[in-house]
């Protein structure tokens, strides 16, 4: 029983992590406004631990069901100069408003080497490390309870 839990742990352990970063925990949660007119929506948080130190990393978009979402970093480090440190814990957080899907349409597209081998995730995250850009597959999201803005 012990050996299976370990086995089961180094798993999950692999699957959820890159070279470059750990992912500790992926969130998702309903929002509605105060006002009617003000919108409803999702926000995503993401939080990471940077496994290395780095000084050109930074986070882009969030992809959810093909359509880029603009990410926002809040991290215990120098986040402006994209430099990180060991063990940097990082927040990223991305919102959508259910009204973009009837404004904008899709202007970006994911490249398809990326579509096709994260195309079981639920989200891809796309990041870039000295000037090259990456993709992590974001495989799951945990739901929270949703939240009402006043």
Same mark, same amino acid.
């Given at each position: 029983?012990? *050996? ?26 309903? @929002?509605? %406004? ?19 130190? *780095? ?7 969030? @992809? ?58 639920? %989200? ?10 990456? *993709? ?9 309870? %949703?939240? *009402?803005?006043?």
């Amino acid at each position: 029983m012990r *050996y299976l839990f370990v086995v089961l742990f180094f798993c999950l352990f692999c699957c959820l992590h890159s070279r470059y970063f750990t992912l500790v925990e992926a969130t998702e949660r309903e @929002w509605v %406004a105060g006002r009617q007119s003000a919108g409803k929506g999702k926000e995503y948080r993401i939080k990471l631990i940077v496994r290395k130190d *780095y000084d050109k990393l930074s986070f882009h978009k969030l @992809w959810m069901n093909n359509r880029p979402l603009d990410l926002r970093t809040g991290v215990n480090s120098n986040a402006e100069n994209r430099e990180f440190q060991k063990g940097d814990t990082l927040i990223l957080s991305a919102r959508s408003v259910d009204s973009d899907n009837k404004t904008r349409g899709i202007e970006k597209q994911l490249p398809l080497n990326v579509t096709e081998k994260y195309k079981e995730a639920e %989200a891809v995250l796309h990041y870039r490390l000295k000037d090259k850009d990456r *993709y992590y597959p974001v495989d799951e999201f945990n739901e929270l309870d %949703a939240r *009402y803005l006043k």
